[in-house]
C-alpha cells in the first residue's frame, strides 16, 4: 500500500502563485506516472497535468501555460507549480499515481483545497 499526502493549498488572490507537492510514502514515481487532478463543487473530477516516468508532461488547455508539473524521485514527491491562478482555478486537488499495468493498483491522495479570490 501506498499513501500520497498532498501538501500547499490555500488561499490566494487571483494573479497570485502556489506550489502543491504530493509525497509518497515510498518510492514509486520512477514506476508510475504522476497526476494531478481537481474537483470543484458541482463539476467532476478533471485531469489537470500529468508527467511520465521518462518526464513527459500534458496539461489540460486551461492551465498551458500557468502550471508546471515536475518531480523528484530522490523525495517520492511530484510537485504542481502554479501560477497567474484565477478564481476557476478554485477546486480540491487530488495527487494520483498511476500504474503502468492495468493490473496494478493506482493511487490517490485525500486532496487539498485551493482558493483563488479577492
Known amino acids: 500500500q501506498v499513501q500520497l499526502v498532498e501538501s500547499g493549498g490555500g488561499l490566494v488572490q487571483p494573479g497570485g502563485s502556489l506550489r502543491l507537492s504530493c509525497a509518497a510514502s515510498r518510492s514509486i514515481f520512477n514506476i508510475y506516472a504522476g497526476g494531478w487532478y481537481r474537483q470543484a463543487p458541482g463539476k467532476q473530477r478533471e485531469l489537470v497535468a500529468r508527467i511520465t516516468t521518462g518526464g513527459s508532461t500534458n496539461y489540460a488547455d486551461s492551465v498551458k501555460g500557468r502550471f508546471t508539473i515536475s518531480r523528484n524521485n530522490d523525495k517520492n514527491t511530484v510537485y504542481l507549480q502554479m501560477n497567474i491562478l484565477k478564481p476557476e482555478d478554485t477546486a480540491v486537488y487530488y495527487c494520483?499515481?498511476?500504474?503502468?499495468?492495468?493490473?496494478?493498483?493506482?493511487?490517490w491522495g485525500q486532496g487539498t483545497q485551493v482558493t483563488v479570490s479577492s
Open positions: 494520483n499515481a498511476e500504474p503502468p499495468q492495468v493490473f496494478m493498483p493506482g493511487y
